[in-house]
């Protein structure tokens, strides 16, 4: 008979190709985690690691089995978390992530908005992170949803693209550049204001920047789009940032259409492979 627990233990080894970190990850020892991936290969009856030194990988029946090892443990995972909630005698819960875009675009307050309408005694926990901390903290079961920037890699995590909106320039009302034509070689001379990001992020910007002609000279960072459009209405540079940052433009400031700057800002929705029903009854909702 085939255990989840078996299953579980493979997974691990498989996904860290140790069986000593493995063991970490799972908090058992690690001669105990052996003798269970080799009682799962004896259940079985193939060979599903192939040792390389310290390291082992996965023969390709190891493969073959990894993906639905996945997709099975997911399932039960989902089927015990809406049991609790269907059990637990209390509200039910959920725990949402998210990045200032998720907001700005009014895209969460409507989905919790409309959430709360179906489920008036719900308990909604928000947590405002990075996308890569949510990312983390989904993985970990943690948060059940997670609206983050971009979509992550990985079979063990559902995506679904919720918004995707322009860039737009944010220039002082009184510079020269409010009226006068982007050209490349103006947005290279200018000042920027750069908003603190991942190395992924900031790489995606400055490659747009170069394919339209020019190299932004950045003047300072700050850490959000708030303290860019201050520094911007006091005339310390210009800053590219989504088109839904308009709507808090200080009266100082001019949103410039970029269209030499093939950029653009996303927003994913990201939950468990197989999350609980409320986690996608929530994703359900979103525009």
Do not use: N
């Not at 985690?33 to 290969?41: D, N, Y």
């Not at 959920?94 to 709360?116: H, K, N």
């Not at 309408?117 to 719900?122: E, F, S, T, V, W």
């Not at 940052?245 to 400031?253: E, L, Y």
């Amino acid at each position: 008979m085939l255990e989840l627990r078996l299953l579980r233990y493979f997974v691990a080894v498989a996904e860290t190709e140790h069986v000593g970190r493995a063991a970490e990850r799972l908090h058992v020892s690690q001669s105990p985690l052996s003798r269970q991936i080799k009682q799962l290969e004896d259940v079985l009856g193939v060979e599903l690691f192939a040792r390389d030194g310290r390291r082992i990988r996965l023969t390709d029946a190891g493969r073959a089995l990894l993906a639905p090892a996945r997709d099975l443990l997911g399932r039960a995972d989902a089927l015990v978390r809406d049991a609790r909630v269907a059990t637990s005698g209390g509200p039910a819960r959920i725990a949402v992530g998210f990045v200032g875009t998720a907001l700005a675009t009014g895209v969460l307050p409507g989905a919790l908005r409309a959430l709360r309408a179906r489920h008036a005694q719900i308990a909604i926990e928000l947590r405002h992170a990075t996308s890569e901390v949510q990312v983390a903290l989904v993985r970990a079961g943690e948060l059940d949803v997670a609206l983050i920037h971009a979509r992550p890699a990985g079979r063990d995590l559902r995506a679904t693209r919720v918004l995707e909106q322009p860039y737009r320039l944010a220039v002082a009302r009184t510079s020269p550049l409010a009226k006068k034509p982007l050209a490349p070689r103006v947005l290279g001379e200018v000042p920027w204001i750069a908003i603190r990001a991942s190395e992924r992020a900031r790489a995606r910007w400055l490659d747009a920047c170069a394919a339209a002609g020019f190299v932004p000279q950045v003047a300072v960072e700050v850490a959000d789009y708030a303290s860019a459009l201050a520094l911007v209405d006091a005339g310390l540079g210009v800053a590219a940032m989504p088109a839904s940052q308009a709507a808090f433009a200080p009266r100082g400031v001019v949103m410039r259409a970029l269209d030499r700057l093939d950029l653009s800002s996303e927003l994913w929705a990201v939950r468990a492979a197989h999350p609980a029903a409320l986690a996608e009854e929530l994703v359900q909702l979103l525009p």
